[in-house]
């Protein structure tokens, strides 16, 4: 597969506990990924245009706030608006595992809880980023 | 060479004419009574170096802990950080952990309180009240003390950026109450330098926080004498990801900064240092924990007697606050968690900390239940009560091992201290992004060697087989959002306009002209402006900061 992986990893809101999001971005490049991060303290409008100008195939979020169901809402939301509904969207964070079936219901493909290996998310994007080239007739 | 006899006829009976021993069993179960302390004579072995590593407690170089009899007299402070939702939620909080004889009040507060913004600004929606209370106004914090009196209790609250205008609010509480702030104790965090290091709830540019803080320096010790006014933290530096000897070493770069900023400032070294407290992490690895406490204690007082001449001892004292390792808690079987607590509590106690936080059980899911909260205290207490530890100070002094780490950790954490001097300073180091990219490297090794499982942690990369267990999750009420607009509404309707005017043109001037800014933040407290309205005064004049966004 010559085709590259794209991935955006983002912090929305106020929380500035980066250091899950950035291990995360760091091994998805080790895994040969292209890795977009944005930083902190990005709105979701930020974070889904970025994802759009960076034509990527999926969009990361980590959140420790407690304020998850919000931001995953609105960057669905905004992706929707955009017609970029296809990009996947994962993330991880401090989610209570009765919020996952909701951001699952949302359309969130993935979520990511303390403890998770890297390997994990890797093997993810592996799997479902060239399930989405097939369907859009890309790969 | 100074004998134990000299030490006990003078440090420790002077310490029990201040605090006399507690009145429980100085006994072990076999009814051994073990002395206050042991030294290299108990035991009949020569140690040359004792005198200048090791000492006696209370004495320079306090590595066996500040204070003369330690535990034998007062045991650390139980300080349980709360704080969620509402003001009144949390009031409720702290009322009741006060009853389950909780010593002391430790406040959270939700992200836009951190970051200097109101409940109804845009940028909040959706974490107010999420991990910590809201606080946006006097209003605000008038009900959070409500039914608190604030000469008994001693308050530590965690909030940096906007540190002044919340102790402002605080002391306004106080005043309004007719307590006297002379008789006031309490901490505010107000380490700005580990939130560009570690934990990114930075407002303004370097200087000009750094200036906020040395505002509090100059000002609290004549008005608030008995306040800490900062708590230089190795915790989020620790939980950011850095390891025990990056903790001890930034964290004691960060005080020096300080108290060369303060020095530089014309203030004199001996007035502020006093009240300068410490905040560390307390994480899995037992001994290199211990030996982390012990050096600290060693550096600081050396440091400070001799790099920057202060003459009182009580400004060679590094009095510390511990907290047990976030980080290291498990969203699998969280049970396990219990087991982890206590064991990193034990080692912040071996340790010598002066007052100790414990994480409850479900922390890795979301904020603790009361239930979760109150086995993390009474984990303190059977330490405290049951465990016999605190019979005799410092107990693991001299261990070959104890000791050994203990110089290893203090030669480490200087050839770093040094190493951040050469590149000109703290906030020198923090515009290289020197930090960013150690700690990149430090928890992306951390992970390597989890994933490899060259280190093993019980439930996640081993002894996987879970019981299916349901842990009760304490939610947020959504309310709190409509909640908090409505009062901040009232407080902006109800407050004399004029008054709120010319406090927040007062702080104005005072950060333009480079004035101490402390008595503009109470004027403005008093005059109930709004957390928001005097930060945006702040990010006027100051401007804000982005890091770089780097992996």
Redesign the interface.
Known sequence: MDRRIRVLIAKPGLDGHDRGAKVVARALRDAGMEVIYTGLRQTPEMIVSAAIQEDVDAIGLSILSGAHMHYFREVKRLLEEQGASDILLFGGGIIPDEDVPKLKALGVAAVFGPGTSTQEIVDFLKRAVPERWQAQGLA | MRKKHDWLRETYQKSLEKMPERPVAHRTLSDIAPEPLYTPEDIGVLDPEYEEKRGYPGEYPYTRGVYGSMYRSKLWTMRMFAGFGTAEQTNERFKKLLKAGQTGLSVAFD??T??G?DSDHP?????VG??GVAVSSLADMEILFDGINLEEVTTSMTINSPANAIWAMYLAVAKKKGYDWKKLGGTIQNDILK?FIA???FIFPPEPSVKLVIDTFEWGPKNVPKWNFISVSGYHIR???STAVQELAWTLADGFAYVEAAIQRGLDVDEFAPRISFFFDVHNDFFEEIAKFRAARRIWAKEMRHRYGAKNPQSWMLRTHAQTAG?S????QPLNNIARVAIQALAAVLGGTNSLHTDAYDE????PTEESATIALRTQQIIAYETGVTHTIDPLAGSYYVEWLTDEMERQAMAIIEEIRRMGGVVRAIEEGYFLRE??EA??RY?QE??RKERI?VG??AFTDEIPLKVP?Q??DPEVERVQAERLARVRRERDPKRVEEALAGLRRAAVEGQNTMPHFVECALAYCTLGEMMDVLREVYGTY????Y?
Do not use: F, H, R
């Not at chain 2, 808690?329 to 699998?332: I, N």
């Not at chain 2, 982005?546 to 966004?549: D, G, K, V, Y």
């Open positions: 992200l836009p951190l970051m913004y940028l909040a929606k959706g974490e999420k991990c939130e934990q990114k709830e939980e950011a990801g980080v808690l498990t969203a699998q890795a899911l979301a904020l700690l990149a928890s992306y992970q989890v994933e942690i996640v990369n999750i939610l947020v982005q890091e770089p966004a992996v």
